[in-house]
């Protein structure tokens, strides 16, 4: 059974950075994508960024390119996603999902396995 969890969610004021994990476990991914979401207030779930593991493709929305930047530590096995120049329309919860075929997509509907979310709150 593959379990995401996510930690490094928060408050912090506008402008200020984040680093948020996603710690994964159940399965030895090698062609697997990991991918971010997140689903600010009154609002639908978004794509925000995913990696193949080790590394070899990455794709970001367009409001994440230049501000936010995934990366993986294989001897974790956990996933991150730093987040600089903070704005508070980047306030969301943020998942982590795994896509266990490959597709790396930003259809949320690819993705497998889920975390529980953490919450971001960007402050004016």
């Known amino acids: 059974q593959v379990q995401l969890v996510e930690s490094g969610g928060g408050s912090v004021q506008a402008g200020d950075s984040l680093r948020l994990s996603c710690a994964t476990s159940?399965?030895?991914?090698?062609?697997?994508?990991i991918g971010w979401f997140r689903q600010p207030p009154g609002k639908e779930r978004e794509f925000v960024a995913n990696?193949?593991?080790?590394?070899?493709?990455?794709n970001y929305a367009d409001f994440a390119k230049g501000r936010f930047t995934v990366s993986e530590d294989d001897a974790e096995i956990t996933v991150y996603l730093q987040m600089n120049s903070l704005k508070p329309e980047d306030t969301a919860v943020y998942y982590c999902?795994?896509?266990?075929?490959?597709?790396?997509?930003?259809?949320?509907?690819?993705?497998?396995?889920w975390g529980q979310g953490t919450q971001v709150s960007v402050s004016p």
């Open positions: 159940g399965r030895t991914f090698s062609d697997d994508f």
């Open positions: 999902a795994a896509d266990l075929y490959g597709l790396g997509s930003e259809d949320q509907r690819s993705y497998d396995y």
């Open positions: 990696i193949r593991w080790r590394g070899q493709i990455v």
